[in-house]
Nanobody, 121 residues
Framework: HLVESGGGLVQAGGSLRLSCVAS????????MGWFRQAPGKEREFVAG????????GYKDSVKGRFTISRDNAENTVYLQMNGLKLEDASVYYC????????????????WGQGTQVTVSS
């Protein structure tokens, strides 16, 4: 069970930090990913992190602006988003899978309900 929070309305250039809290005692066994989906578009990979945080990966358009991290003691994965652009507006989802993180959404077994990020000009 994954629950995202931290979305909201922000001006372009601003920052938000998304959080995703997982229930259960095996969070540290799972790689985590953040995806996003805008209306009428496919759900796309944004960032991923390995079970211990040792490996991370990002969509090219967010590199240098977004940072994924995790705290296994708190069963939480974060997405720090800086320098937000209009095109970053979407519903953001966290997802979990065993094994390493993947950029393929179908590789993830568990999903949160999403949190809305709106960016204004």
């Amino acid at each position: 069970h994954l629950v995202e929070s931290g979305g909201g309305l922000v001006q372009a250039g601003g920052s938000l930090r998304l959080s995703c809290v997982a229930s259960g005692r095996t969070f540290s066994s799972y790689a985590m990913g953040w995806f996003r989906q805008a209306p009428g578009k496919e759900r796309e990979f944004v960032a991923g992190i390995s079970w211990n945080g040792g490996r991370t990966g990002y969509k090219d358009s967010v590199k240098g602006r977004f940072t994924i991290s995790r705290d296994n003691a708190e069963n939480t994965v974060y997405l720090q988003m800086n320098g937000l652009k209009l095109e970053d507006a979407s519903v953001y989802y966290c997802a979990a899978r065993l094994g390493d993180y993947s950029g393929w959404k179908n590789a993830y077994a568990y999903w949160g309900q999403g949190t809305q990020v709106t960016v204004s000009s």
